[in-house]
C-alpha cells in the first residue's frame, strides 16, 4: 500500500491488489464485502479509479485460478479496510 504524507495531510490510501476495501455508494452508505482487484489507474469520467470484486467473486476466481469480474470505483470513494 502507497503510504507517506501530502502538503502535511495524509495522502488517500491505494489498495494494493487483493486487499479488502469498502466502498461508498451514491446514497452515500459505505458497503462492505469487495476486494480490489487491480491498482490506481487514470479514467476520464472519474479521475483515479481501482478496479474491485465482491469478495464471493474475488474468492470464486482465485480457487478456479481465473481473472475476477469486477468493476471500477472511484478512489476517493473507497477506503481500505485493515484486517
Do not use: C, H, N
Request: glycine share 10%.
Amino acid at each position: 500500500m502507497v503510504r507517506g504524507r501530502f502538503f502535511g495531510k495524509e495522502p488517500p490510501r491505494v489498495p494494493d491488489p487483493g486487499q479488502r476495501v469498502r466502498l461508498l455508494g451514491a446514497d452515500d452508505k459505505w458497503r462492505m464485502g469487495f476486494r480490489a482487484i487491480s491498482g490506481p489507474l487514470s479514467d476520464d469520467s472519474y479521475g483515479v479509479v481501482v478496479w474491485v470484486a465482491e469478495e464471493e467473486e474475488w474468492e470464486t476466481a482465485t480457487l478456479k485460478r481465473r481473472a475476477p469480474v469486477g468493476m471500477a470505483w472511484p478512489l476517493d470513494r473507497m477506503e481500505v479496510v485493515e484486517d
